[in-house]
């Protein structure tokens, strides 16, 4: 995936409507703070009707993939959380989730709103970004929280 | 920026000084596209589904794994 099927992806969702939060590495990408990822992580409103929006928008920005078709509803709000989907081309994936353990929900993540090339992308905030990551343990996670805490002044709580 | 001096890895590693810049989104997208072609994936296409974070996490590092290892293996062959 390069940058255009990126910020096509991104558009698709604007259009559709999706009601998502851009959260993990890409997210701090949006506020300066860059490192590589594999991922792109989509926090989804957990409703039937918004994974349909996503399932559109994944449709439309990879020319109908048939695996989309994968991605139910029912897994997610039901016993799958989590939700991996590869594209059909390109090195980035999205882990789509609606919930993140205990830790937060779309409903709880303060989020702001970004932009590239036009199409407006949901973030979520440094703060919150560092509430997701402090709390993990995976040490990549915790270096990241350190780096939001020190670049954004978002203080220990 | 200049240089920064460290009297260990341990202090470079504990340095955060990381300058926060206008046009992230751009700069990441660049950075992972380098990235990528140093060490290129090769992923399962279509969806997978996991019950917790972790479960995700732990197929997550079996792919990365497999990733390096060819890649590790793409170095040591000869051109």
Redesign the interface.
């Known amino acids: 995936m ?2 255009d099927e ?1 910020v096509s992806v991104l558009k698709a969702l604007e259009e559709e409507g999706v009601q998502y939060v851009l959260i993990g ?2 997210a ?12 792109l992580d989509l926090l989804i409103h957990p409703t039937a009707e918004n994974v349909e929006g996503l399932k559109r928008a994944f449709r439309r920005a990879w020319d109908n993939d048939p ?2 078709e ?2 139910s509803a029912a ?1 997610l709000l039901g ?10 081309s390109g ?3 999205f ?1 789509v ?1 609606t919930r ?2 205990e830790m937060a929900s779309f409903a709880t993540v303060e989020s702001e709103l ?1 932009e ?1 090339d036009g199409v407006p992308v949901r973030v979520a905030t440094p703060l919150a970004l560092y509430r997701l990551k402090k709390g993990t343990v ?1 040490p990549l996670h915790q270096h990241d929280a ?2 939001l805490r ?3 002044n978002v203080g220990e709580e | 920026m200049g240089v920064t001096r460290f009297r260990s890895p341990e202090e470079m590693n504990a340095n ?14 660049r ?6 072609r140093l060490a ?2 090769i ?11 972790e ?3 732990r ?2 590092q079996q792919i ?1 794994r497999e990733n390096a290892q060819r890649t590790r293996r793409r170095c040591a062959e000869p051109e």
Not at chain 2, 31 to 36: K, L, Q, S, V
């Open positions: 390069d940058r990126i590495a890409a701090m990408g949006f506020h300066g703070l860059v490192r590589a990822t594999e991922a695996n989309v994968a991605i897994d016993e799958y959380p989590a939700v991996r989907y590869y594209p059909p090195d980035l994936y882990d989730l993140l353990g970004k590239v995976r350190e780096m020190h670049a954004f | 955060l000084g990381l300058p926060v810049r206008k046009g992230g989104v751009e700069r990441f997208l950075h992972c596209a380098r990235y990528w290129p994936r992923y399962p296409r279509g969806v997978f589904k996991f019950r917790s974070l479960e995700a996490q197929a997550r990365s």
